[in-house]
């Protein structure tokens, strides 16, 4: 069969309690027994997965004007979320709107946000991140950066949580 890849990182918490909910369901009675142990063998291998994404650290310009590299964040905080974001997404404006209030709670509790910006043009980014009003980390990457290819971003918004030893402890694609 030609079907396109499926790539198992793309797997979260939530979905994977979801596929066991659907596998626990399934009636072995009504599914000839080979075609059962498979399907329960490949539904464990999917919910069991732990995905194999792993730290890439990039420097990126700041809405400072200079450059933030993102181990030297990251190795500061308990956790980091990066938070994969560009103008026309109206969840990762809503996002950044309405985080801003409990933004001051992260911060004391060693929690920070990277903002990772993707718009076409710099000048969109700077003027939405202050009409948003982001008080976190704010970084441009661009359009079709490496980073995105690195932290496999396809969707928006796209949070990715890493601890300050650079593990990557989950990850979150909204469908909107």
């Known amino acids: 069969m030609n079907q396109p890849q499926f790539d198992k990182d793309y797997i979260n918490d939530s979905d994977k309690k979801y596929l066991k909910q659907i596998s ?5 009675n009504k599914i000839a027994l080979k075609d059962f142990k498979q399907f329960k063998s490949t539904i464990n291998s999917l919910v069991d997965f732990k995905a194999l994404m792993a730290f890439k650290d ?4 700041n809405i400072r004007g200079g450059n ?6 990251i190795k500061n905080n308990e956790y980091t979320v990066l938070d994969f974001w560009w103008s026309n997404c109206a969840p990762c404006r809503k996002f950044n709107k309405e985080s801003e209030p ?6 004391e509790n060693n929690i920070e946000i990277i903002g990772i910006n993707i718009d076409t043009d710099p000048s969109i980014w700077n003027k939405v991140s202050k009409d948003d009003g982001i008080k976190w980390t704010d970084l441009y990457a661009g359009p079709n950066s490496d980073i995105q290819v690195a932290y496999k971003v396809y969707s ?3 949070k990715i949580v890493i601890d300050s030893e650079f593990n990557i402890i989950d990850f979150d694609f909204k469908k909107s």
């Not at 626990?24 to 072995?28: F, I, L, M, P, R």
């Not at 990039?58 to 310009?61: A, E, H, N, V």
């Not at 933030?68 to 964040?73: P, R, Y």
């Open 24 to 28: 626990n369901k399934v009636d072995s």
């Open 58 to 61: 990039f420097t990126l310009k």
């Open 68 to 73: 933030s590299t993102l181990s030297e964040i």
């Open 102 to 107: 409990v933004y001051s709670k992260l911060k």
């Open 156 to 158: 928006f918004p796209t």
